[in-house]
DNA sequence: CTTGACCTTTACCTAAGGGGAAGGTTTATT
DNA sequence: AATAAACCTTCCCCTTAGGTAAAGGTCAAG
């Protein structure tokens, strides 16, 4: 199986699966050859692994540490829920930074009634917010203002 | 005022300040004799600004924008208020993703059950979701596999 | 024999700076 | 005076996860 077909059973790419070998995740069985890759189906496993892995939201790197583990024999039952649960914990955490974003964006957005006619109270309060306008006044560099 | 003083007074890091200069948002006012850069009140409030807009959840790119927008002694009201609604928007879609990803996770977690007795349920998902196993067994480049 | 569809490597691009090198000023201390 | 601390400058490489060419080799079909 060369590189493209690969791409299209795995739903990869062929740059995303070139950069997986480049950082030695999923290295082609063999070569042709006319220098082409070849994949055998455990190359073909693994890339699989590592798709679905990315497409719940590892890392590339984490990606290939739980392929590591899945390759291996041995069980690893329990590194593997614990870095399912603070992948949990971390897109809690961005959820919550998001969401704390929609409420200060909802917040602004209600603060200007949208008309040309007057000067944008979103664009004030960013202008202003939490700013106390301590600029130096009277310090001796006062000149190089 | 230099660097350090206004990246106390801002939050952000003379880094970040250098960078948006080179991005053409904010040019310091002039430079001393010995090359240091020299802000003006208003480099401040601009700096401000940026800063600002970055915390809710612009990009460098938009922050810009909306500093032009705030720069311009025109009303803005109803563009300004379109680009709070579109980051808004494109905040609501990023949480979507991120729940969808939660709630995924969460069943794989649930799944294993975290005991080094039995094979991970967890990464034998992983490699099967989904996925139909049709692997060319009998194709004519079999032998290349 | 040439076209089109493959494949290869190389290198530059993205966002938003972080880290550090190499070097120039000024200030404070010895 | 000499030197060290604390500033400042520019320049370059690093990060993610590949995308997008460029330049060139290979292969099957018309």
């Known amino acids: 199986m060369q590189i493209n077909d690969v791409a299209r059973v795995t739903g990869l790419t062929p740059k995303a699966i070139r950069y997986y070998e480049a950082q030695s995740l999923v290295i082609p069985h063999q070569r042709a050859s ?77 603060c200007c009634d949208g008309q040309e006619n007057s000067r944008c109270a979103i664009l004030d309060r960013l202008a202003t917010a939490g700013f106390d306008t301590n600029f130096p006044r009277d310090s001796k560099e006062a000149d190089n203002v």
């Open 34 to 110: 006319n220098g082409y890759r070849i994949y055998s189906r455990e190359n073909l496993d693994h890339l699989c692994f590592l798709q679905h892995a990315r497409a719940v939201g590892f890392s590339v790197k984490e990606s290939g540490h739980l392929l590591a583990l899945y390759a291996d024999q041995a069980n690893h039952s329990a590194s593997v829920k614990a870095l399912v649960a603070e992948k949990l914990s971390q897109l809690q955490q961005k959820r919550k930074e998001i969401e704390r974003l929609e409420a200060t964006l909802t917040d602004l957005w209600a």
